[in-house]
């Protein structure tokens, strides 16, 4: 039988397995919230940029309107102070201020500012030279397109009405680049984590867990169709290697329990084991009045010493046969076999109608069937073989007796070594087949059987009274009354085998 599981586990336990696993999934999803964040702070920046943006043009629109209050656009005072507005443009701190351009009601450029890196013409044209990039913007009106977002303010001078306007671009393109980066980053690392996820579980999910326990679930289904002979080979320090270790283990005693059933069953009727399948047998210890049924080959020692061990089994394979079939089919239960002796027990495990004459008849029929087979033997030119049965009733102790890993069910008292002494008297009273007088008091009215003279046995202080029985009362053929002095052994070379 396997060994019990050991509880103590080595290596990656499943729950660390299954922690990894967690702490994948919490990375993932970090990532994840984490590249919503990015797109909503690139959407927060791209307005705080465009509102920004349009703070300034809101106020270049109100000094240039306040300045062209006292001057005119083409006057020299008024260029004096575009000079001054463009260098206050370049200054400005607004990474994404791509223009800023003053032009007349024509169309022309007044003044203004641009930042060529950052400023890209539909079609994607850059132009590097500044005066013709402000004249490119106002012709096309500001409307670059792309990642350019324009704002227009009109130059209103009070009694003179628009002189003007004022065309002011933002770029779009750092923070575009930049989403994009930070993009490209966390999508990279949102991808490997969730690949490295999968890969992960396909092996902790599948070959650590899924494959091993499918196995087993598949074992015990073979177990519950009764292959008992089914063993999962799985030998790891976690906790599935703990629940394949118990699984054969639990196999392991079904299978030694599966072995004690069919061995009790090989030595009880089939109406005692299915008693015994449903728990209405008690296994446990209890007195019981029994019924104890001693037979025994006469010469085995001698005859033994002159066999072979082969042929020393198989004869007592063959006689064994014949006498465990005549108990069964009378319910009796064969307790054990002493060497060349059978000792046979009735109304235990389970009350049963007249033992005593159950346990007499199967005597008899034992020496009829005991006849036959000497016939077949002596056919094959073998020896015959003769036989001593002894039958006492009285109270016994049953149950289980033994080691804890090595019970046996069986009956001990003083019922018992009385049948066994009993039948050593066979040899003395030449009676195959002798009866105690509680036995006979049972049943004695219903057989043919002789009072004989009481004899002294080893255990006990008052003469056994003994009766030789020789048959049934309704029956017309009786059973031999006496059994003549044993013919001398004959020589191996005469056995035959």
Known sequence: MDAAPAETRSGMGLKLR??????????????????FNIYTHRLRERD????????VARLLAVSISTDLASHEI???????????????????????????VVIDNDGHVITGKVRPGLVVFPGGVAILDEAAALDQ??????KLGGYMRDHRFALKVQGRGTVGKLLVGTSMARIEREARDDLIINVAALTAGILVLIVYAILALGRLVVRPVSEIAE????????????RVAIKRGDEI???????????????????????????VSPQIYQRFQKGEINLKGETRKAVVLFSDIRSFTTLSEQL??????????????????????HEGFVNKFIGDAIMAIYNVPIDQPEPELRAVRTGLEMLASLDRLNERRQARGQFTLKIGIGINTGPVVAGNLGHERRLEYTVIGDTVNLAQRIESQTKVTGTPLLISQSTHAACGDRLVAQELPPVKVKGKQEPVVLYAVTGLASEATPAPATDPTPAPIPSVAAIGT
Not at 137 to 142: C, H, S, V
């Open 18 to 35: 299954l922690s990894i696993g967690l702490i994948l999934i919490i990375v993932i999803l970090f990532l994840a919230v984490n590249l």
């Open 48 to 55: 705080e940029a465009l509102v920004h943006n349009e703070t």
């Open 74 to 100: 083409e006057s020299a005072g008024f260029q004096a102070f575009a000079r001054n507005l463009s260098a206050s443009i370049a200054a400005t701190k607004s990474r994404d201020l791509a223009y800023a």
């Open 137 to 142: 913007i106002a012709k096309l009106d500001g």
């Open 219 to 230: 074992a015990m289904r073979a177990v519950q169709a009764g292959d008992l002979d089914r």
């Open 241 to 267: 290697g703990v629940l394949a270790s118990t699984y054969n283990f639990m196999v392991s005693g079904l299978r030694e329990r599966e072995k004690l059933q069919d061995a009790f069953s090989r030595y």
């Open 308 to 329: 072979s061990p082969v042929d020393v089994v198989t004869m007592l394979n063959e006689y064994f046969t014949e006498m465990v079939e005549i108990v069964m089919r």
